[in-house]
């Protein structure tokens, strides 16, 4: 701002130039979205079962999750009293069904062998099978025929079963497959287990 006194008819008279000035500052917000994750898995009932013929049940575990980088689904069994070989009871809580296969770990599933595969065994049905999203998981085998699905016991401690690693909007549905059979000198009646599923995000 420039000021000038000019003198006019014995009269003071100020003019003021006034000079614009600008600047400018750029401001960057900032947030963080927390994570946040639900799960939700039913329970499953196998049916009426004759030795040496084995039966199978799915169920579902439901995943939402905001998460950038997806989620991990895990599993171990919590039937009171249960061994690296055991997982259902019996209703008299003495009489255990064995079972044939070896608790899951990263690398440890087999095929079932119809006949000779005894106990109870899990596996994750592959996308074609039912699951939303691509299991980064591939212990399970390629699809669900005989040839190619894979299973495993229950583990003792917690083991990652499914893995997807990418961000997903809505739910992801995971679909379990549990398959029983027993040898004919397995004790009549109703035995239970209880499992439990967890999920994290990665």
Same mark, same amino acid.
């Given at each position: 701002?420039?000021?000038?006194?000019?003198?006019?008819?014995?009269?003071?008279?100020?003019?003021?130039?006034?000079?614009?000035?600008?600047?400018?500052?750029?401001?960057?917000?900032?947030?963080?979205?927390?994570?946040?994750?639900?799960?939700?898995?039913?329970?499953?009932?196998?049916?009426?079962? !004759? =030795?040496? %013929?084995?039966?199978?049940?799915?169920?579902?575990? /439901?995943?939402? #999750?905001? *998460?950038?980088? $997806?989620?991990?689904?895990?599993?171990?069994?919590?039937?009171?009293?249960? !061994? =690296?070989? %055991?997982?259902?009871?019996?209703?008299?809580?003495? /009489?255990?069904? #064995?079972? *044939?296969?070896? $608790?899951?770990?990263?690398?440890?599933?087999?095929?079932?062998?119809?006949? !000779?595969?005894?106990?109870?065994?899990?596996?994750?049905?592959?996308?074609?099978?039912? #699951?939303?999203?691509?299991?980064?998981?591939?212990?399970?085998?390629?699809?669900?025929?005989?040839?190619?699905?894979?299973?495993?016991?229950?583990?003792?401690?917690?083991?990652?079963?499914?893995?997807?690693?990418?961000?997903?909007?809505?739910?992801?549905?995971?679909?379990?497959?549990?398959?029983?059979?027993?040898?004919?000198?397995?004790?009549?009646?109703?035995?239970?287990?209880?499992?439990?599923?967890?999920?994290?995000?990665?």
């Amino acid at each position: 701002m420039a000021a000038a006194l000019v003198v006019l008819g014995g009269i003071f008279v100020t003019t003021v130039v006034v000079r614009a000035f600008a600047d400018n500052k750029p401001v960057t917000i900032t947030a963080t979205i927390l994570e946040t994750l639900t799960l939700a898995c039913n329970n499953a009932s196998i049916s009426n079962l !004759t =030795a040496g %013929t084995p039966q199978s049940a799915q169920a579902t575990c /439901t995943v939402t #999750t905001n *998460g950038q980088n $997806g989620f991990n689904l895990k599993v171990h069994k919590t039937t009171a009293s249960s !061994t =690296a070989t %055991t997982t259902m009871v019996h209703s008299d809580n003495t /009489t255990w069904i #064995t079972d *044939g296969l070896t $608790g899951y770990s990263a690398g440890v599933s087999s095929v079932w062998t119809a006949g !000779t595969t005894k106990g109870l065994g899990f596996r994750v049905r592959s996308v074609a099978g039912g #699951t939303t999203n691509a299991n980064t998981n591939t212990d399970w085998g390629a699809d669900e025929t005989a040839l190619n699905a894979k299973y495993a016991a229950f583990p003792v401690a917690d083991q990652t079963i499914y893995n997807y690693a990418s961000y997903f909007a809505s739910a992801s549905a995971v679909n379990i497959d549990y398959k029983l059979d027993v040898p004919t000198t397995q004790k009549s009646g109703a035995y239970t287990g209880t499992v439990q599923y967890t999920a994290t995000t990665n």
